[in-house]
């Protein structure tokens, strides 16, 4: 067992090739775009920052049972750690892996930094013009499989640093973002996610400029018995008891 | 870290209760009244969650108040900001310092990841958010990451993240105006595992005063 703090560095050489044959879908989506879709256990949703993200938020359920989602604040606890690395999950708020984070040569991913909205982009970006925002994308998103904004949860912002000081101040890191950076999010059980290629909350460049972002699916390999997400630590063996008992009976 | 004393007197209150250990608590307060809440035995954690009474879809974001005031923590003067970016509740006074917006509550599930499988059938902090919503017509998908009054998670600068010892002493109190009519529920939370509560929680106490 190896505690999250111990998990390796990412490698930002590993070049990221993905079998042709292996690719289920893939699409690159401009800046400010949103997207949606349902990921198959076993398949891995790639999310590659082609020329230097300016943030990238994202929300996630229980394909099957919506009622389950993304909870930040458990997957920071029980990992001891708020700066999603490889080899730490995304955990749900009914103790169960939604993501493992197989890959990444990113780094640098964020829990605590929200997501934009009209007022934050109207603040940072100048009243009376229409700047598309996160918050407004993922209720348009969720409204697609029956969910409003009661089923909006605190997101994750993806290739971004918000870097926190002894007494608790939050300061946007700015240059971390490095062209053709990626993480491989292997989902657990059937993940809904949806995906915000808006600017994150803190970040403090004008003009709105979001960059493309690739979003590949693919049918990555199965788990093997020595796997580092799986292996982390006890809890993320616990983690995976339960996630894993939800599919034991199919 | 800041603490502040506050001038309100317990003998002009309207409502002086006692929460037990471990128990749930809501309550609907009215644009300008203040409740308080005071930490009787010191170092008990009290999961707190506030929605727009009017339309409970606006409810308390983490991530819109910590971005707000650029800061973790809560203390003196921090707003508790909704997801519809607008002000919640003031804290008027606090003599603890800091109060955690990160760590979110216990569940039976977390429970049983954190501590062991065999955890799942202890009490928890969603279980009695979920008791104390339920009369107004809230329930799970109403639960989003809370604030823990008088707990101390501490976030380095590599972002670890422990829940560590507490800093509240008996008689710590925290003083909140409301902004809006807000419904307010709490969790004393049951947690025995972690020195959140330094594995045994104690009650607390609720004051309301018109504003």
């Known amino acids: 067992m190896v505690q999250s703090s111990v998990l390796p560095n990412s490698d930002s050489s590993n070049p990221g090739t993905i079998d042709p044959a292996l690719i289920l879908r893939d699409e690159t989506l401009p800046g400010s775009a949103y997207w949606h879709g349902i990921i198959k256990r076993g398949n891995t949703l790639r999310i590659t920052d082609l020329e230097g993200s300016q943030g990238v938020s994202l929300i996630c359920y229980n394909a099957d049972n919506p009622i389950e989602r993304l909870n930040v604040a458990d997957t920071a606890k029980i990992q001891f750690n708020a700066f999603l690395k490889k080899g730490m999950v995304i955990y749900s708020d009914m103790g169960r892996v939604l993501f493992s984070i197989t890959e990444d040569t990113s780094g640098y991913h964020d829990l605590f930094g929200g997501c934009s909205n009209a007022a934050s982009n109207a603040a940072k970006y100048g009243e009376g013009e229409f700047w598309v925002n996160a918050r407004d994308s993922f209720r348009r998103a969720v409204t697609r499989y029956g969910l409003t904004k009661r089923d909006i949860m605190p997101n994750i912002n993806l290739f971004t640093r918000v870097a926190i000081e002894l007494e608790g101040k939050m300061t946007f890191v700015e240059g971390i973002e490095k062209p053709g950076s990626f993480i491989d999010l292997r989902a657990e059980m059937n993940v809904l996610v949806v995906l915000s290629n808006c600017p994150h909350a803190l970040h403090p460049s004008t003009p709105y400029a979001p960059k493309p972002i690739q979003v590949p699916v693919w049918n990555s390999p199965a788990p093997t018995a020595d796997d580092l997400c799986r292996n982390a630590n006890p809890e993320a063996v616990r983690g995976f008891v339960n996630t894993d008992a939800l599919f034991a009976q199919d | ?211």
């Not at chain 2, 009787?40 to 910590?66: C, H, I, K, M, W």
């Not at chain 2, 006074?93 to 955890?119: I, M, P, Y």
């Not at chain 2, 990451?145 to 976030?155: A, D």
Request: glycine share 8%; proline share 5%; charged share 20%.
């Open chain 2, 1 to 211: 870290m800041t603490t502040s004393q506050t001038q309100l007197d317990p003998q002009t209150a309207i409502y002086d209760e006692v929460v037990p250990s471990r128990h749930p608590w809501s309550r609907v307060l009215k644009r300008g009244q203040i409740m308080r809440i005071e930490d009787l035995g010191g170092n008990q954690a009290v999961d707190f969650l506030v929605y727009n009474a009017d339309a409970p879809d606006e409810r308390y974001s983490a991530q819109d108040t910590t971005v707000a005031q650029g800061n973790l923590y809560l203390t003196t003067g921090s707003k508790l900001i909704s997801n519809d970016g607008r002000v919640m509740m003031t804290i008027l006074n606090d003599t603890c310092g800091r109060h955690d917006t990160s760590g979110g509550a216990c569940s039976c599930e977390s429970n049983s990841v954190r501590f062991g499988l065999d955890k799942r059938f202890q009490h928890a902090c969603v279980e009695n958010f979920l008791t104390a919503l339920a009369p107004y017509g809230l329930g799970k998908r109403d639960m989003v990451s809370n604030i823990n009054f008088f707990m101390n998670v501490p976030v380095s600068d590599n972002g670890t993240l422990e829940i560590v010892d507490g800093i509240s002493a008996p008689g710590s109190i925290v003083d909140l105006r409301a902004e809006m009519n807000t419904l307010v529920a709490i969790s004393n939370c049951p947690q025995i595992n972690n020195p959140c509560n330094a594995y045994n929680p104690t009650p607390i106490r609720i004051l309301i005063w018109e504003g």
